[in-house]
């Protein structure tokens, strides 16, 4: 089992740009949320995705979107990149319920110069 | 709204000491608590889940409702315990986060 796969691993981006990043759920899960941490703080929730819906979105503006595909994967896309959108962008999965918690990729580092 | 407190950014204790890290939470319904660990340059992982009330690496936590805590304990801190920890809770499908705390562990 390969868990969450998150890419890529790391990208820059020009202030201004666009970004998509990518995120298959493990096995078996079908539910992705995705999360930004900025150095030296815990995960914030952007949103998350369930049945190709968005389902939960945390305080992030508009340009933050995303999407589900029918096999469960997710992008995560973020428009008119900010400085301050620099941080390591974390996918992760669940089944339906809760009760068992999220498993986390990797992350995407993502620096916005 | 659905909130998790960890009061101390940085805890250093020495090797065989106790370890305890504080957590406390805010939410109106019956949430799902969890601790996550984050080794030096490896993703978050799973510590260790409430309902399951099982000890990992040594690791207890009790879910506390009247005082809303939920605090992780080791007996004996290894060197290996070393890592960012991170209390979590699921209220309303959402996994939220506190701040983290910084444990290191000298010999």
């Known amino acids: 089992d390969a868990g969450v796969t998150q890419s890529p691993t790391h990208l820059i981006k020009t202030r201004g740009q666009q970004v998509t990043l990518r995120c298959s759920p493990k096995s078996g899960h079908d539910t992705v949320s995705w999360y930004q941490q900025a150095l030296g703080q815990g995960p914030q929730f952007i949103f998350q995705y369930y049945e190709e819906e968005e389902r939960q979105r945390g305080n992030f503006p508009d340009r933050f979107s995303g999407h589900q595909f029918p096999n469960y994967s997710s992008e995560l896309n973020v428009n008119a990149l900010l400085l301050g959108d620099s941080a390591l962008y974390l996918c992760?999965?669940?089944?339906?319920?809760?009760?068992?918690?999220?498993?986390f990729g990797s992350g995407t580092r993502l620096t916005v110069v | 709204a659905q909130r998790v407190t960890q009061p101390e950014k940085l805890l250093s204790v020495f090797k065989g000491a106790p370890v305890e890290l504080k957590c406390n939470y805010s939410?109106?319904?019956?949430?799902?608590l969890f601790w996550y660990v984050q080794y030096s340059r490896q993703r978050l992982q799973l510590l260790l889940r409430?309902?399951s009330r099982e000890s990992i690496k040594g690791f207890t936590a009790d879910l506390n409702k009247g005082e809303t805590s939920f605090h992780l304990k080791k007996p004996f801190a290894q060197e290996e315990d070393s890592a960012m920890y991170y209390c979590?809770?699921?209220?309303?499908?959402?996994?939220?986060f506190g701040a983290g705390t910084t444990v290191t562990v000298r010999a």
């Open positions: 979590a809770l699921i209220g309303d499908y959402k996994l939220s």
């Open positions: 939410y109106s319904g019956s949430p799902e």
């Open positions: 992760a999965s669940s089944f339906q319920g809760r009760r068992h918690g999220y498993t």
């Open positions: 409430h309902i």
